[in-house]
């Protein structure tokens, strides 16, 4: 999510605390697994191997071998020789800040400098690792209940052919020879002949079920039909919003091939990160089918004064009940009332895989009476009347795996390894819940599952996703995990509808979604269109009445054990502690072993994220926007996901942190450079309702995106009016 919408402070005092007192001793085992990793580490330093990690100088807390010293799992408020830390991540969101006197008294308690940088002389190229326990002190995990479900089926294809519709022979031809298709989905089947009739249609139908096309046909059918034959200069006729800019860029090729053999009529697309200028020229020469996202189209209704829509016939609302959602509410507002104001009657078009009447009926876009196309039904064939129940792909398995807060990192990475490492051919999508905790993940797997220390040809190929990216990027990243056969695509909820990326065979939510909604579109990316596919969610012992949530909702899942996932460590000779294993060994031994290596990979990623100062304040920026993220479940979920419920300290190994950093707050320090910019109008989140706050990070995550900067258009338009160009923003 956009780091704009808080106001952080994230103090750097984090240098790690040395407990004195020890809260609970590692085992000997994970004492063993430590001392082998440092020791490994301490002999390729004097190999002179280029250290692993974030760029940049060692950092003062590298000490040499003979220092190291367990780091404890104590809990931060137990530390006797600290200053209390948080005792809960509710805390941690504290407004509260150290003065920054009070934060230097307590800086030499935090770290017993004396005595380390006395046995540090000599030691330049030495290291100190350290590693808490990871297998102590966690939550047990639960069972997980999981009710009984009849899970909704939706057949996805039928055995009808498109040309027995009344189409036009070069529709038909080039949905054969450019698209590959000839016989029709269930969707197709059902919408094609309502929307051909005239007639506004609500449409709901599983993921990957070709809505696209359910609409797009009739629309072009409907348009090349028109006499006297449609021109540019007739501007838009259809009008096609989407929620973010890699669904618009989608659409637009799938019409661009569509309209293939009808040369006159021209689609265009608007989206934010393009330039507006130039998309102020394309409007002005003239689009006919606009696609768009909300917010730019917005821009332009305030902004161009080219855009017009007297000719407007087609209003569709693809990932319809995003569209209609909190973030966007004002967007569409503006935009219907543009819509209304002018043009001939209209025909509308609601379409996503999890529309509810209610929400299709609060739309405020006045249906004339709606044709509700709903195409799941239950295991008995009957219609499921209550809507609230979403069907997801056949083929789709669907799991989850309770895993406790500090072997998050390592259990995900252990998955990644196991899909792409030792198994061949995984497209995997993992869902993060912010851009920041996206940012850092990245770096951090390409730097101790990619890097050259993995011996691994080629290498695992690592992509990323979300809104605070430059748009060339995203338009690059989309387009090469599109076409890519095998890799790893971290992202946000911003690749979460209505992509359609061929051959993913895993996703992976690393954090639930805020919505069983968001949960189906996610799962959606994969088992398309009757492919196979399978999901694994991620759940801590405290989250596990999710599966309950989900039920509700018809979606069923298995459970995967974590102890499955993390034993794939032991195909992976990096992280050996004792050698080969055998095979021959006990189970229990085994367990111990599974558990060393994960210690071993931990040490791994902590050693990475302590390497130097920026490292740790991308993990403590990551942690902070997951800990803020974890607000903004709404308030029918809190008794699943609250801040308060979650450790701090654990959280944070999750991010690679060897302690929970202290000072997380969203304030501004006074007088900061940020505090100037952001006090205005910007409360702190904490303040902020949790209605609020859903809306503010859907919106920040999808409209940071396409909607542009307002407050650099408000600039530049004061600046070009002053410059004379009346009503640009350019
Ligand atoms: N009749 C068809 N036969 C074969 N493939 C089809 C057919 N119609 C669509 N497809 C393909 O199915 C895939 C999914 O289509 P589409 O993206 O329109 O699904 P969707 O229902 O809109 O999914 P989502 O709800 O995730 O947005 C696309 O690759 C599309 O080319």
Same mark, same amino acid.
């Given at each position: 999510?956009?780091d704009?919408?808080l106001?952080?402070?994230?103090?750097?005092?984090?240098?790690?605390a040395f407990h004195?007192?020890?809260y609970?001793?590692?085992?000997s085992?994970?004492k063993?697994a430590?001392?082998k990793?440092?020791?490994?580490?301490?002999?390729?330093?004097q190999?002179?191997l280029?250290?692993k990690?974030?760029n940049?100088p060692?950092?003062?807390d590298q000490?040499?071998?003979e220092?190291?010293?367990e780091?404890e799992?104590?809990?931060a408020h137990?530390?006797?020789?600290r200053?209390?830390?948080?005792k809960d991540?509710?805390?941690?969101?504290s407004p509260?800040?150290?003065?920054p006197?009070?934060?230097?008294?307590?800086q030499?308690?935090?770290?017993p400098?004396?005595?380390?940088e006395?046995e540090?002389?000599g030691?330049?190229?030495?290291?100190?690792?350290?590693t808490s326990?990871?297998f102590?002190n966690n939550?047990?995990i639960?069972d997980v209940?999981?009710?009984?479900?009849t899970?909704?089926?939706?057949k996805?294809?039928?055995?009808?052919s498109f040309?027995e519709?009344?189409?036009?022979?070069?529709l038909?031809?080039?949905?054969?020879?450019?698209?590959n298709?000839?016989?029709?989905?269930?969707?197709?089947?059902?919408t094609i002949?309502?929307?051909?009739?005239?007639?506004?249609?609500?449409?709901?139908s599983?993921t990957?079920?070709?809505?696209?096309?359910a609409?797009?046909?009739?629309?072009?059918?409907s348009?090349q039909?028109?006499?006297?034959k449609?021109?540019?200069?007739?501007?838009?006729?259809a009008?096609?919003?989407?929620?973010t800019r890699?669904?618009?860029?989608?659409?637009?090729?799938?019409f661009?091939k569509?309209l293939?053999?009808?040369?006159?009529?021209?689609p265009g697309v608007?989206?934010?990160g393009?330039?507006?200028k130039?998309e102020k020229a394309?409007?002005?020469?003239?689009?006919?089918?606009?696609?768009t996202?909300?917010?730019?189209l917005?821009?332009?209704?305030?902004? &161009?004064?080219s855009?017009?829509?007297?000719a407007?016939?087609?209003?569709?609302?693809?990932?319809a009940d995003?569209?209609?959602?909190?973030?966007?509410?004002?967007?569409?507002?503006v935009?219907?009332?543009?819509?209304?104001?002018t043009g001939p009657?209209r025909?509308?078009?609601?379409?996503?895989?999890t529309?509810t009447?209610?929400?299709?009926?609060l739309?405020?876009?006045?249906?004339?009476?709606p044709?509700?196309?709903?195409v799941?039904?239950?295991?008995?064939?009957?219609?499921?009347?209550?809507?609230d129940?979403?069907?997801?792909?056949?083929?789709?398995?669907?799991?989850?795996?309770v895993?406790?807060?500090?072997?998050?990192?390592?259990?995900?990475?252990?998955?990644?390894?196991?899909?792409c490492?030792?198994?061949k051919?995984h497209?995997i999508?993992v869902f993060?819940?912010?851009?920041?905790?996206?940012?850092f993940?990245?770096?951090?797997?390409?730097?101790?599952?990619?890097g050259p220390?993995?011996k691994q040809?080629?290498?695992l190929?690592?992509l990323r996703?979300h809104g605070?990216?430059?748009?060339?990027?995203?338009?690059?990243?989309?387009?090469?995990?599109s076409l890519?056969r095998?890799?790893i695509?971290?992202c946000?909820?911003?690749?979460?509808?209505?992509?359609?990326?061929?051959?993913v065979?895993w996703?992976?939510?690393?954090?639930?979604?805020?919505?069983?909604?968001?949960?189906?579109?996610?799962?959606?990316?994969?088992?398309?269109i009757?492919?196979?596919?399978?999901?694994?969610l991620?759940? &801590?012992?405290a989250?596990?009445?999710?599966v309950?949530?989900l039920?509700n909702?018809?979606?069923s899942l298995?459970?995967?054990?974590?102890?499955?996932?993390?034993?794939?460590l032991?195909l992976?000779?990096r992280?050996?502690?004792?050698?080969?294993?055998?095979g021959k060994?006990?189970?229990?031994?085994?367990?111990?072993?599974?558990r060393e290596?994960?210690?071993?990979?931990q040490t791994?990623?902590?050693?990475?994220?302590?390497?130097?100062?920026?490292?740790?304040?991308?993990?403590?920026?990551?942690?902070?926007?997951?800990l803020?993220?974890?607000?903004?479940?709404?308030?029918?979920?809190?008794?699943?996901f609250?801040i308060?419920?979650?450790?701090?300290?654990?959280?944070?190994?999750?991010f690679?942190?060897r302690?929970?950093?202290?000072?997380l707050?969203?304030?501004?320090?006074?007088?900061?450079?940020?505090?100037?910019g952001?006090?205005?109008g910007?409360r702190p989140?904490?303040?902020?309702?949790t209605?609020?706050r859903?809306?503010?990070?859907?919106?920040?995550?999808?409209?940071?995106?396409m909607?542009?900067d307002?407050?650099?258009k408000?600039?530049k338009?004061?600046?070009?009016q002053?410059?004379?160009?009346e009503g640009?923003?350019?």
């Open positions: 999510m956009a704009d919408m106001m952080l402070n994230l103090s750097s005092d984090s240098a790690p004195t007192k020890s609970q001793r590692p085992t085992q994970e063993w430590l001392k990793a440092q020791k490994r580490k301490y002999s390729e330093i190999k002179g280029p250290n990690g974030f940049g060692k950092t003062k000490h040499p071998p220092d190291k010293e780091e799992d104590v809990p137990k530390s006797p020789v200053k209390p830390a948080p991540a509710a805390n941690a969101l509260e800040t150290p003065k006197a009070q934060r230097s008294q307590a030499p308690k935090t770290t400098k004396s005595k380390h006395g540090h002389k030691g330049e190229d030495s290291v100190f690792i350290k326990s990871l102590r939550p047990d639960p209940h999981r009710p009984a479900v899970q909704l089926m939706e996805v294809f039928t055995s009808d040309a519709l009344d189409l036009h022979p070069h038909v031809a080039t949905l054969t020879k450019v698209l298709v000839t016989t029709m989905t269930s969707v197709q089947k059902e002949p309502v929307l051909l009739s005239g007639r506004d249609a609500v449409v709901r599983q990957g079920s070709g809505k696209t096309l609409y797009g046909i009739p629309l072009v059918q348009l039909a028109v006499e006297p449609i021109k540019r200069g007739d501007g838009p006729l009008v096609i919003v989407v929620p890699e669904l618009a860029q989608q659409s637009f090729h799938i661009q569509l293939k053999p009808f040369t006159w009529i021209v608007l989206m934010g393009e330039k507006r130039a394309r409007l002005r020469k003239g689009i006919n089918i606009l696609i996202t909300p917010g730019r917005v821009d332009h209704i305030k902004n &161009t004064l855009i017009a829509f007297s407007v016939r087609w209003l569709i609302l693809d990932e995003r569209i209609l959602d909190l973030g966007f509410e004002k967007d569409l507002t935009i219907l009332n543009s819509l209304n104001a009657p025909q509308n078009v609601l379409l996503s895989a529309l009447d209610g929400l299709s009926r739309a405020g876009i006045s249906m004339k009476e044709v509700s196309i709903h799941g039904e239950n295991s008995e064939g009957i219609n499921e009347p209550t809507l129940h979403f069907a997801v792909p056949e083929r789709l398995q669907q799991h989850m795996v895993v406790p807060s500090k072997l998050r990192l390592v259990c995900l990475a252990a998955f990644i390894l196991s899909k490492k030792f198994e051919g497209k999508i993060v819940s912010s851009c920041e905790a996206v940012e993940l990245l770096i951090l797997f390409n730097a101790v599952l990619s220390k993995a040809q080629p290498p190929s690592f996703l605070n990216m430059k748009q060339e990027e995203r338009t690059e990243v989309f387009q090469e995990f890519c095998t890799g695509l971290l946000t909820d911003v690749a979460a509808r209505g992509l359609d990326m061929p051959q065979t996703i992976v939510q690393y954090n639930p979604p805020t919505t069983p909604a968001e949960y189906v579109h996610r799962v959606g990316r994969t088992a398309r009757g492919a196979k596919g399978s999901s694994l991620f759940l &801590t012992p989250e596990t009445t999710y309950t949530s039920a909702h018809n979606i298995s459970e995967m054990k974590m102890e499955t996932i993390l034993s794939a032991m992976d000779d992280f050996k502690v004792r050698g080969k294993y055998d060994k006990s189970s229990g031994a085994l367990e111990q072993e599974v290596r994960a210690t071993v990979l791994e990623f902590e050693s990475v994220v302590h390497n130097d100062d920026d490292s740790v304040q991308a993990a403590k920026r990551a942690l902070q926007s997951f803020r993220a974890y607000t903004a479940y709404p308030s029918n979920m809190k008794h699943i609250h308060k419920a979650l450790h701090l300290g654990h959280a944070a190994k999750s690679g942190l302690d929970a950093p202290q000072g707050v969203t304030v501004p320090a006074k007088g900061s450079n940020k505090d100037k952001q006090a205005k910007k989140l904490k303040k902020l309702s209605e609020e859903v809306a503010i990070l859907t919106r920040s995550e999808y409209a940071s995106g909607d542009g307002f407050a650099a408000k600039k338009k004061k600046n070009t002053a410059n004379g160009e640009s923003v350019e």
